[in-house]
């Protein structure tokens, strides 16, 4: 069973950075899409960014904005999210998902950590 932790989220200021790390246990996950959520207050879960692993390959959600980055560990089986210029409307509880190359949807969820952004 595998199993995701994140890991850096914390209270930053507006225009800070943060970056949040996701590790996997278990199982390495070759052959797995691995993927950042965000859910708001009030709001539903979105979608924000992915890598498929052993790739190059990423693929961001338009309110990105080219202000985060993707990217992959494979020794450390750990994903991270690299975040900057962050604004206030940034604030959310931020997951990390796992799912297979071949599935439609993410299988495996971390249980979350939280960002806030301070104006």
């Known amino acids: 069973q595998v199993q995701l932790g994140e890991s850096g989220g914390g209270l930053v200021q507006a225009g800070g950075s943060l970056r949040l790390s996701c590790a996997a246990s278990g199982r390495t996950l070759s052959n797995y899409v691995r993927g950042w959520f965000r859910q708001a207050p009030g709001k539903e879960r979105e979608f924000g960014a992915q890598?498929?692993?052993?790739?190059?390959?990423?693929y961001y959600a338009d309110w990105v904005q080219r202000r985060f980055t993707i990217s992959r560990d494979d020794a450390k089986n750990t994903v991270y999210l690299q975040m900057n210029s962050l604004r206030p409307g940034d604030t959310a509880v931020y997951y990390c998902?796992?799912?297979?190359?071949?599935?439609?949807?993410?299988?495996?969820w971390g249980q979350g950590t939280q960002v806030t952004v301070s104006s």
């Open positions: 998902a796992a799912r297979s190359i071949t599935a439609t949807q993410y299988t495996n």
């Open positions: 890598i498929t692993w052993r790739s190059d390959s990423t």
